[in-house]
């Protein structure tokens, strides 16, 4: 029912009790004046009493007239006060209409809220009082009464003399709309608390659509994957995103009004913490990483961002913060710097680490007018590795080198594999040289042990070149140059040693490019010659044959080593044309011997590389050169290394198997480095081994050195092959391998490698019985 008619339905109800009151006063007036005037009338009363009762009966009409007037006059009057009380309300309803806003009264006393509002404007209730745990409970929005209740506290504390909010509140129709309101105290009692608060409230301007747009924003903070926090300024939480629920492991009713410091880890600085409160409290801002700790205990890294928060009056009311867990992401960026400065099998650092550093210690040699080295190191034959037992093996080969290099330098961060079986190491404060021949005696002691791989045992070595700053190089560029050339000079003089840069070996540009440039044209211009080892059969004392060593006298580089150039040959494809050289010439040779009874029946013993081997015309080239020569096919012996035979296994086998039909014979040259298993050579056409001479040299030193030598010719008996030893220089040895039954042996002990005519010479005197010379006599080359 409306207000209006229940108005003028009282309205009528006042007028007809009105009606029935002065209608009975005035039946009561007629009566009485009746009664009177009958009374007055009776003859038997005196005149003086007569006058005196029609005096009564007269006051008496117009007391009740009178009466009746003054009740028709109050009525009048109540009437005209509803009136106007309707009139003022229809105004303040109308003036509420023209403002869109509603009236609150909140009594404190009696813990109520009052609205009056014009209905049709806000939709709210027009008028009603509700309890505070109703108004709590059924129309403030749940996730802005937090807000509403520290405001009003803040008002009634004192703490703010304004309050102004903007909430959602629900309406008639059950929907939650915005709602601003402002009020402040009106009413204080006796002792000065407050117990009045009254104001004003209005829908928030364009309403609905800020409505939708919160709804919104809401709706993405609950969605965000960052956790997104509302603080108190003395950082209490006020609200919380189920991100931070997921992220930090606290519930939003757990966390509520709890000091933020729960958050705290102590894997951070503690004096970070109060740094950011205090830079927050002065600046209203703060951004940056901090260890946080999970509610479960476990600490992880935040990236943070907080601002402060403005109320109406511009005064900070809330810390807004952000906040994401980056440990992962950092980790992953850390993983990444890792793998772009570290070698990812041997986990050393890398070139462009190692450069970086290089590049820092120069810096702080220069500034304390200290020495620097560079150590270069590259491993001996690391290739054959390789190629005959694969790249997996290799790999944990690189691994095992990388380990015993860093446990000899001492220092992780001044080893670094450069690439490929390349190592450096920098001594950053050099005092003097023999601190840096000590380090590389080390370092070529380490690798004194062989390296375990799988079930087998390997003897790697390294060749290292050492540059020094200042004195060779001012620059990361210098001396890496200077120690690569160290590292060659070391090759050519033999490999496992250390050499020191000379600026005399190596003038001008790589070495190596000087040998490349002046080896293609080293057969043109004839600098190429064979020289030729004997070699003795160790049971009848016979020299049976001789091994064709190439020698290379380069005009511009003077006598080069074959093993400085032959791996140069190798790498440019030179050794083609080299090989082929060698074959023709060393069987030429052959045949001119073939010539002299004298030394009719040697063998000749030809080395070749693997490039020649896996050349598909090789068995013809061999077959055309032994023909147009004359030579019987019997008398030449291919030395092939075993890396050879294994880098390609079905290759090696047929190439194998197409010589040893030609009736060539096939050697395993420096057998046991290559690292053939037993059931490998027995699928080989192979003639003999020829074991390396560190097995032979090793024969020299104490315990059982010569075991491993004497298991090979053991094994290579048990498959039928000859067994010769190479780099035999001491009567020791002589005697070891005479008991073990090897069969042939070569080395300085019988005769170094001849020129030509020496050859000859020797093979005329010795050819049919070899003797050593007297005990004293045979200090021999080393
Ligand atoms: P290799 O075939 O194992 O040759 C044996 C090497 O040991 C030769 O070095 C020889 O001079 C050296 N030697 C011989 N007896 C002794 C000794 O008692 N003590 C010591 N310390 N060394 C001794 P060289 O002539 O410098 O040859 C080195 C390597 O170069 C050869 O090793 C071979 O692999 C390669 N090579 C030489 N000539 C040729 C060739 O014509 N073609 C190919 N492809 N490689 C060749
Ligand atoms: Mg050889
Ligand atoms: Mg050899």
């Known amino acids: 029912m409306g207000r209006q008619s229940e108005a003028s339905q009282r309205q009528s109800n006042d007028g007809s009790g009105q009606g029935v009151i002065d209608s009975a006063l ?70 509420l209409w023209g403002s869109g806003e509603g009236l609150w009264i909140w009594d404190l006393q009696r813990r109520e809220l009052q609205s009056i509002a014009a209905s049709d404007v806000t939709n709210t209730r027009i008028a009603f009082t509700v309890s505070e745990q109703e108004w709590r409970d059924r129309i403030v929005h749940p996730e802005d009464f937090a807000l509403i209740r520290e405001a009003l506290a803040a008002l009634v504390d004192g703490r703010d003399e304004i309050y102004d909010r903007e909430y959602r509140a629900r309406n008639t129709e059950g929907e939650w709309v915005w709602i601003r309101a402002r009020g402040r105290i009106t009413e204080w009692d006796e002792q000065g608390l407050p117990i009045e608060v009254a104001g004003t409230y209005r829908l928030c301007g364009d309403a609905r659509e800020r409505a939708e747009q919160r709804r919104i924003s809401v709706e993405i903070v609950r969605l965000m994957s960052e956790a997104v926090t509302v603080t108190t300024p003395d950082f209490r939480f006020v609200q919380v995103n189920p991100a931070f629920t997921r992220i930090t492991g606290y519930a939003a009713d757990e966390i509520l009004g709890t000091d933020a410091v729960v958050l705290n880890s102590p894997r951070q600085e503690p004096g970070r913490f109060a740094a950011m409160r205090e830079a927050l409290l002065r600046s209203g801002e703060w951004r940056g990483e901090m260890w946080q700790r999970h509610r479960d205990g476990r600490d992880f890294l935040a990236a943070l961002e907080i601002r402060e928060v403005l109320d109406g009056q511009g005064r900070r009311s809330h810390f807004l913060a952000v906040l994401e867990d980056v440990t992962e992401r950092r980790r992953a960026e850390q993983t990444l710097r890792y793998l772009a400065s570290h070698d990812m099998l041997t986990g050393l650092p890398n070139r462009s680490l190692m450069v970086q ?65 390349e190592f450096t190491v920098v001594l950053p404060d050099v005092y003097g040289l023999d601190q840096v021949q000590h380090l590389a005696d080390a370092l070529i002691d380490a690798f004194a042990a062989p390296i375990q791989l799988e079930a087998q045992e390997f003897m790697i070595s390294p060749s290292i070149g050492i540059a020094l700053f200042p004195e060779h190089a001012g620059s990361v560029e210098g001396l890496l140059k200077c120690a690569d050339e160290a590292m060659y000079q070391a090759k050519r003089r033999g490999r496992n040693i250390a050499q020191i840069y000379s600026p005399e070996l190596a003038s001008g540009s790589s070495q190596r490019t000087q040998i490349e440039s002046a080896l293609r044209r080293a057969l043109d211009q004839d600098e190429l010659r064979l020289v030729y080892q004997p070699k003795l059969d160790v049971a009848s004392r016979r020299i049976t044959g001789v091994e064709a060593l190439l020698r290379w006298h380069s005009e511009r580089l003077g006598e080069v080593p074959p093993d400085a150039f032959i ?43 693997a490039a020649q081997v896996h050349r598909g015309d090789f068995t013809a080239m061999v077959q055309s050169l032994l ?15 075993e890396s050879v035979l294994m880098s390609d296994p079905l290759q090696g086998s047929l190439v194998g198997g197409d010589l040893r039909r030609l009736g060539v014979r096939i050697c395993i040259d420096d057998f046991g480095t290559g690292y053939s298993s037993l059931s490998y050579l027995q699928r080989l056409s192979i003639d003999r081994l020829k074991i390396d001479q560190s097995f032979v040299q090793a024969i020299d030193g104490a315990g059982d050195g010569g075991v491993l030598a004497s298991t090979m010719i053991l094994m290579a008996h048990s498959l039928g092959l000859s067994v010769v030893a190479e780099g035999v220089c001491s009567r020791e040895q002589w005697h070891y391998l005479l008991n073990e039954h090897c069969d042939e042996i070569q080395g300085y002990l019988v005769s170094p490698p001849l020129e030509v005519a020496e050859c000859e010479a020797f093979l005329r005197a010795h050819r049919q019985g070899f003797e050593l010379a007297p005990e004293e006599s045979a200090e021999l080359i080393a």
Request: charged share 20%.
């Open 26 to 95: 005035v039946v009561t007036a007629v009566g009485a004046v009746l009664v009177l005037s009958g009374v007055a009338l009776h003859q038997e009363l005196g005149d003086s009493l007569r006058w005196a009762l029609l005096l009564a009966g007269a006051a008496l009409v117009l007391g009740l007239l009178y009466l009746a007037w003054r009740v028709r006059w109050k009525a009048i009057e109540a009437r005209q006060l509803a009136e106007d009380l309707r009139q003022t309300r229809a105004r303040l309803s109308a003036s």
């Open 357 to 421: 550093r290089l590049q820092q210690w120069l810096l702080q040699s220069r500034r304390r007018g200290t020495q620097l080295a560079l150590l270069f190191l590259d491993l001996d034959r690391f290739k054959h590795v390789n190629d005959s037992l694969g790249h997996a093996a290799g790999d944990e080969l690189l691994r095992q080198v990388a380990r015993r290099i860093s446990d000899t330098v001492g220092h992780r961060d001044r080893t670094a594999r450069l690439g490929g079986d």
């Open 627 to 641: 023909s147009s020569q004359g030579v019987p096919p019997e008398q030449l012996e291919l030395e092939i290394t």
């Open 567 to 609: 791996p140069v040959a190798e790498d440019t494809g030179l050794i083609l044309p080299i090989g082929e050289w060698v074959l023709r010439q060393g069987l030429a040779q052959l045949a001119r011997w073939q010539q002299d009874p004298a030394l009719a029946g040697l063998h000749m013993a030809i080395n070749v590389s």
